[in-house]
């Protein structure tokens, strides 16, 4: 499997006007372990893709083809970070 490689993007403008605080890079570092695993990119990317509509967990488990509990921890991690937000309808978390 040979890589694609990515474009090139002009930066690296700070992310802010004074160095991050601890908490800030603890916050930051959070995020970035949450996506760093494939499974976890492919579920954010599945909800970019949803334009915003919840999208059932189940949907997740059929899409990665990962037992429930495995989807769980990896939207967890996610929840965990910030990054998606949860919403319970009846016995089902939508995302």
């Given at each position: 499997m040979t890589a694609t490689p990515l474009p090139l993007v002009r930066c690296c403008a700070p992310l802010g006007s004074a160095a991050l605080s601890?908490?800030?890079a603890a916050e930051l570092e959070q995020v970035f372990k949450a996506l760093a695993d494939r499974h976890r990119v492919k579920i954010v990317n599945r909800l970019i893709a949803a334009g915003g509509e919840a999208v059932c967990v189940c949907d997740f488990q059929d899409?990665?083809?990962l037992k429930q509990s495995s989807v769980s921890y990896h939207l967890k991690q996610?929840?965990?970070a910030?990054?998606?937000e949860r919403?319970?309808?009846g016995s089902y978390a939508y995302f």
């Open positions: 601890e908490d800030e899409m990665l083809e996610l929840l965990d910030g990054i998606v919403e319970k309808r």
